[in-house]
């Protein structure tokens, strides 16, 4: 039964207009700026007129050796946390489904990690890893483990130091996401597939992971991007140091732009950002349709 | 998720595998390893919460000692002081509490009536914005913030709280649609058609039926709104220059020097207060919100 369906297609409009104005004043129009702009010469603070230079800037951009290396951390980071945390956060959540006794706990703490600024979480973390004063030192020496190192300031420690800040932040909401859609598996199904004698592995392959796969996906693919074009956690922890082994694409754009000026060349790292996790993703979701098509 | 049903959930009649023996020793130890995994898991996740409070409340003679503790021998409110003394941390505070209640507000009021029409109606356009959901989440910030700078550049209004907030709208948008949506469509139909029914306009149909029913998901969306503005760094980094203006986030970054040397005392004492309202805020809507987020990943 559709009752005056016309009155709200007229109505729809007086309804729409106001988010779809700032929506493609400022969100897709200076979209597509940006993207003209990687084009340009742009620079701040220069009165000469802005010039059209083509594709220069993707040419200097494939010879910058920098932004490549800044680029291969990039991955490295957005994989090294994305991955761990949906391992991590896929056992969590089977072992929070359990009902166990201090899942309560589990849970109420996992909105901590979520409302910190991602300033907080940054410096919250230096704390924890600074050299003298800081306690990860002090329980590795207690136990009998390392003599105290730098382990944001050494070249070798500093990706994979804000690589575990990385997990931790994501892991409680990854865990509360994916815990939820365990929740919604046919329990039927589950008893059903006991009692016919099947093992933990294939309940978990033939029920739980055909229900849980849409929010799986869903929150890794989002994580991957989140982490991919992720900047203020570690701009807090180590701005890109030491000797840029953490510099990721954002903080190398961010400093192209507003430390030096060169907004077209910044405007064209984000366009190559952009590209990337362009191809990351229909690879990704290729997948999903065609496993999807199976079952 | 417990849900009176039998843990092990066998339904009644059912004759129980036969146990083979051992399988209950194997089920206890089974059971220990899950505790263990748990309590593994709290400490990694308490660990670091506990030492920003640990170095919170620790005066500096004991910061400079090579062997930290855990507990404070010594605790003290002074770093709290000393934080305000040294940066503008009640004014920053004030500028986070106005930009974030300013942009939470605009953005429910602007993609309430948005997310209303999406949710009921089909059409090319709700399928063009819920693209556009997804795909704005794929762009990194450069991309947007500098055609953003420019433009609020020409209108004046780089390094004010106005500019800001305006990014802050158009930056919680997609979310705030992508969770409005599914609030309204966990509104049932029938209830507005049965209104309908009886003689109410389609006016009176949503302020009298769906508004109350949509209220509490509205609420949580703009307290969402309201944490991401008041923990967002970025935008706030690139658009506020003058300190005065600076949000908080901004100006804990100043705690640490140039050298990355810090005062850890205070800069701990600031970040822990920096977390307050937004903690806070979260523990009251934790379970809306992340209702509000599947609801709108599960269903469109």
């Known amino acids: 039964m559709r009752v005056r369906q016309g009155v709200l297609d007229r109505g729809a409009w007086f309804l729409v207009l106001p988010a779809l104005v700032p929506i493609l004043v400022l969100s897709v129009g200076p979209l597509l700026y940006g993207i003209s702009l990687a084009f340009t010469d742009a620079q701040s603070g220069r009165t000469r007129a802005t010039q059209w230079i083509g594709s220069l800037n993707f040419r200097d951009l494939l010879h910058d050796t920098l932004f490549w290396e800044s680029f291969r951390i990039g991955l490295v980071w957005a994989f090294g946390v994305t991955v761990p945390q949906f391992l991590l956060a896929l056992g969590l959540a089977s072992l929070l489904n359990q009902g166990l006794r201090l899942g309560w706990l589990a849970r109420a703490l996992a909105i901590v990690p979520w409302a910190m600024p991602e300033v907080v979480v940054g410096i919250m973390w230096r704390l924890v890893y600074h050299p003298d004063a800081g306690i990860l030192n002090e329980t590795l020496r207690s136990v009998g483990l390392g003599d105290g190192r730098d382990w944001l300031g050494g070249l070798g420690t500093a990706l994979p130091a804000v690589i575990v800040v990385g997990v931790w932040a994501g892991l409680p909401t990854t865990t509360v996401a994916l815990l939820a859609g365990l929740q919604n598996t046919p329990r039927e199904l589950h008893e059903a597939a006991q009692v016919d004698g099947a093992g933990a592995w294939r309940r978990f392959r033939a029920v739980t992971w055909p229900a849980l796969r849409p929010v799986a996906l869903a929150i890794t693919a989002l994580n991957f991007i989140w982490n991919f074009n992720s900047f203020a956690l570690v701009y807090v922890l180590t701005s890109g140091g030491p000797g840029g082994r953490t510099r990721l694409p954002m903080l190398f754009a961010y400093e192209e732009a507003f430390r030096y000026g060169q907004f077209g060349y910044a405007a064209a790292m984000g366009c190559v950002m952009v590209a990337v996790v362009a191809v990351c993703l229909s690879v990704f979701l290729a997948g999903r349709l065609t496993r999807g098509a199976e079952s | ?300």
Request: glycine share 6%; net charge positive; charged share 15%.
């Open chain 2, 1 to 300: 998720m417990r849900d009176g049903r039998g843990r092990r959930g066998v339904p009644v009649g059912v004759p129980r595998r036969t146990a083979h023996p051992g399988s209950r020793v194997v089920r206890r130890a089974g059971r220990a390893a899950q505790y263990a995994a748990l309590l593994a898991y709290l400490a990694f996740l308490a660990f670091p919460l506990l030492w920003l409070l640990s170095t919170a409340f620790k005066p500096p003679r004991e910061l400079g000692s090579s062997h930290p503790t855990w507990i404070p021998r010594d605790p003290t409110f002074s770093n709290f002081r000393q934080a305000f003394d040294e940066q503008p941390l009640l004014r920053a505070g004030l500028n986070s509490l106005l930009v974030a209640l300013a942009a939470a507000l605009i953005a429910v009021l602007v993609a309430t009536p948005m997310a209303y029409v999406l949710a009921r109606r089909r059409t090319r356009l709700a399928r063009a914005v819920s693209g556009w959901v997804v795909v704005s989440q794929a762009f990194p910030f450069v991309l947007l913030i500098i055609p953003l700078f420019l433009l609020l550049k020409n209108l004046r209004l780089i390094d004010s709280p106005a500019g800001l907030v305006i990014v802050y709208v158009v930056w919680a948008l997609p979310f705030a649609l992508w969770m409005l949506t599914g609030y309204v469509r966990a509104v049932p139909r029938e209830l507005e058609e049965a209104a309908a029914v009886d003689g109410a306009g389609r006016l009176r149909t949503l302020v009298s039926v769906t508004a109350p029913l949509l209220a509490p998901g509205i609420a949580a969306t703009a307290m969402f709104a309201f944490v991401t503005a008041w923990n967002e760094f970025f935008f706030a980094l690139v658009l506020l220059k003058t300190p005065e203006r600076q949000t908080l986030p901004v100006i804990l970054t100043h705690f640490i020097g140039a050298e990355g040397v810090a005062d850890l005392g205070p800069l701990a004492a600031a970040s822990f207060l920096a977390t307050l309202p937004s903690l806070v805020v979260f523990a009251f809507v934790q379970r809306r919100i992340t209702g509000g987020l599947l609801a709108g990943a599960v269903k469109s």
